[in-house]
């Protein structure tokens, strides 16, 4: 099939293929084919288009296909199938010995013995064969001086006698192939090349159906432009190809590279040029300024490969939200520490451990809990961070939950003293407290440090997170993205693959690119290097989005345990009392008018003894909710079908003169003789008017006292 230009179904080409001369490079020249999700649940997923090119660098046989030529149908059978089959004799006839032996397999010994017929008669030897007798071939033979060669058979005579005889190749005649009794299994059928081109039937007589043809079906290994990895498909494809691999010996198929699969390369691979061939979609992960020019189909020239050193900073400028940037090593700015924040004591122990002795001010006020012990911080208050330790603490609740086991940090308070006070009063301010780690509060950092770093030197002297401002912008930047800001917080410092790579239009301009965090296919090319690889000036901020900044901490930050959760306090709750209405005796509610309760003026005299149950209603309440009775139900409330009594109108006359009349119900006194004799101002009641009104002050008192006794 080398060379071939006949196109021919993938299946016959691929069955008639010699492994030894692969690889071949085939060209899909009819029919469409896209291989479905059985495929592509194991990762090879294939499409063949018109047009396509396939390098076949191997071929394993997969199974076996069976179709039965009596009704068409095809059925699929693995290689170890148990059953056995037949050879179903060929009907056609052979002219002479040679032929018949020729469509034979070379190796006869797979085959041997096998029978045959002659339709005329035949004379061999002084021995006649007679028309439709089996003749057996045992074996071929050359005898020394013949150049014929013979085969040596057992003919059964007229009369029943058995004869050994030896035929030679010319011997013509009419030959039919006889039904053997020889059985084979699947594997040897497939493993024989004449086998395979010979029809088959099941050996139990049980199982009905014509012959069969056995066509094998291969799994193909090929590589195919633009993907990654070697492709497999059977070679059952409903295609056809041809063979071009005379005409395709330049043909480069291209490999796309994951920017891992690049960085996995060895050095000797770089510097190289490198086309994208695609950048996966997905959320942005950086807002740098060579981003954009980072587009499908152009050219990227990748200089070296390594591992680096990178620091994660955050932070906030005005309004704008917080920002995050990837800073080099080599940035050559200079920083200088500003005061660290801390929200809770939580955050004052996890500083502790890489910061001893440290010093902070209060700037948020605390109350105490006296029950818990908690001490109260003020604003302004010095405090020097000790220790973390265990101690037993009240916590409040029953009497069961007193004396938990928490952790606190120990710090000291510091008071500047002045010189005329004493050491004594000193020694008593320079006092240990005990912060629980979950009390929430604000500290700020006391620095006395105000020396300018380079960022490798920072990091060398002081451990992460850290809070900075940039007193002086990195010179090889043409605009430092870090300057400005008021504050910024070292967060991180992680080893990362890097890939350092420039643009052809820009060969001066170099960036570092993390391998781990770009989603970028690309395959090498032949295209030469840019000039000017020596002298250029590396990027050493980027800037990320906060989709990559949560992403970079959740890889970074899940060993870390969670801050303590405060005890549960439990207190003593009690349900208001509902309902309480006096008992009014014996008394009727019905009528159309409310009843009022008033007490008589016998009962206002009596002497006020001290009962032995105050409050009847009472009795049996307790504030504990499960010991607690229900409250009577509330009164109804009445309601009358009585108009409400009407006010009388003042006079016309006092309503024309349109000046307000003095209220003839009251009369007041006069502020001069009240403020002579020192008393406010009092409204006493005209007992001359018509409308004598009662006090109120008197009616809620007899009301009061009648519900009590």
């Excluded at 993938?10 to 293929?17: E, G, M, R």
């Excluded at 469509?103 to 006649?128: D, M």
């Excluded at 008071?415 to 005329?420: C, G, K």
């Excluded at 997170?465 to 410092?493: C, H, N, T, Y």
């Amino acid at each position: 099939m080398a060379g071939s230009e006949t196109s021919l179904s993938l299946q016959q080409f691929i069955a008639s293929l010699d492994q030894t001369c692969l690889p071949r490079i085939l060209q899909v020249c009819s029919g469409v084919y896209f291989q479905g999700s059985v495929y592509e649940l194991s990762g090879s997923e294939v499409c063949l288009c018109t047009g396509d090119l396939v390098k076949v660098v191997n071929i394993q046989l997969l199974s076996v296909s069976c179709e039965d030529i009596s009704n068409n149908e095809k059925f699929e059978l693995p290689l170890n199938h148990a059953g056995l089959f037949k050879l179903v004799p060929e009907k056609m006839p052979y002219n002479t010995i040679e032929e018949m032996l020729s469509l034979r397999p070379e190796a006869l010994e797979v085959c041997l013995p096998f029978s045959f017929t002659s339709k005329c008669e035949l004379t061999f030897q002084n021995f006649t064969l007679g028309a439709g007798k089996i003749v057996t071939m045992l074996s071929i033979e050359q005898q020394e001086g013949v150049k014929e060669k013979h085969i040596r058979c057992h003919l059964h005579g007229q009369q029943g006698q058995l004869a050994e005889v030896l035929v030679p190749f010319s011997c013509r005649g009419e030959f039919y192939e006889c039904e053997s009794d020889n059985t084979y299994t699947l594997q040897e059928i497939m493993s024989s090349p004449y086998l395979c081109s010979r029809y088959f039937c099941f050996s139990k007589i049980t199982k009905k159906g014509g012959p069969l043809v056995f066509s094998p079906i291969y799994q193909v290994q090929a590589i195919m432009h633009l993907r990654k990895n070697i492709v497999t498909f059977p070679s059952s494809l409903e295609v056809d190809v041809v063979d071009v691999t005379l005409q395709s010996q330049d043909v480069n198929f291209v490999t796309p590279l994951t920017l891992p699969e690049v960085f996995a390369k060895s050095d000797g691979a770089f510097p190289t040029m490198a086309e994208i061939l695609e950048i996966h979609e997905g959320k942005p992960m950086f807002c740098c300024t060579w981003l954009t020019e980072l587009r499908k189909g152009h050219h990227l020239a990748l200089l070296k490969r390594g591992s680096s050193t990178i620091f994660l900073a955050s932070g906030q400028k005005g309004r704008k939200g917080r920002q995050y940037f990837l800073v080099s090593p080599s940035y050559s700015g200079r920083l200088k520490r500003k005061p660290r924040e801390f929200d809770s004591v939580y955050e004052l122990y996890v500083a502790l451990i890489h910061t001893p002795f440290l010093k902070v001010s209060v700037t948020r006020h605390s109350e105490g809990l006296e029950g818990e012990e908690i001490p109260a911080l003020s604003v302004g208050d010095q405090l020097e961070v000790l220790r973390c330790q265990k101690i037993h603490m009240p916590c409040g609740g029953t009497s069961q939950e007193k004396n938990q086991i928490v952790e606190v940090l120990v710090c000291r308070r510091l008071q500047e003293v002045d010189n005329d006070e004493d050491e004594e009063d000193e020694e008593e301010e320079n006092v240990e407290l005990h912060l629980p780690l979950y009390m929430q509060s604000h500290f700020v950092e006391k620095l006395t440090d105000k020396k300018k770093y380079s960022l490798t030197d920072l990091c060398k002297c002081f451990t992460l997170p850290l809070d900075i401002k940039v007193v002086g912008r990195d010179a090889g930047l043409e605009m430092d993205p870090l300057v400005g800001f008021s504050s910024l917080r070292l967060e991180e410092a992680v080893v990362e693959p890097m890939i350092q790579a420039s643009l052809p239009a820009k060969p001066e301009m170099c960036f570092e690119i993390p391998s781990r965090w770009f989603n970028m296919s690309l395959s090498f090319i032949d295209d030469p290097l840019p000039l000017a690889q020596q002298d250029c000036h590396l990027e050493t901020v980027t800037e990320v989005t906060d989709s990559f900044y949560h992403e970079f901490r959740k890889l970074t930050t899940s060993d870390e345990t969670p801050p303590p959760r405060p005890p549960k306090r439990k207190s003593v709750s009690s349900k208001p009392l509902l309902g309480l209405q006096p008992t009014l005796g014996s008394k009727s509610l019905s009528g159309s008018k409310p009843f009022i309760a008033t007490p008589s003026p016998s009962e206002l005299d009596a002497p006020c003894l001290p009962p032995k149950s105050p409050l009847p209603q009472l009795t049996g309440l307790s504030l504990d909710s499960k010991t607690a009775q229900r409250p009577p139900a509330p009164l109804p409330v009445i309601i009358t079908d009585d108009a409400p009594p009407q006010i009388p109108r003042k006079p016309m006359a006092q309503v024309v003169s349109g000046m307000a009349q003095p209220n003839p119900y009251v009369k007041a006194t006069s502020h001069k003789s009240n403020k002579k004799a020192g008393k406010k101002y009092v409204v006493q009641t005209d007992m001359d008017s018509d409308h004598d009104y009662e006090q109120i002050e008197d009616t809620v008192k007899r009301a009061q006292e009648s519900i009590l006794f």
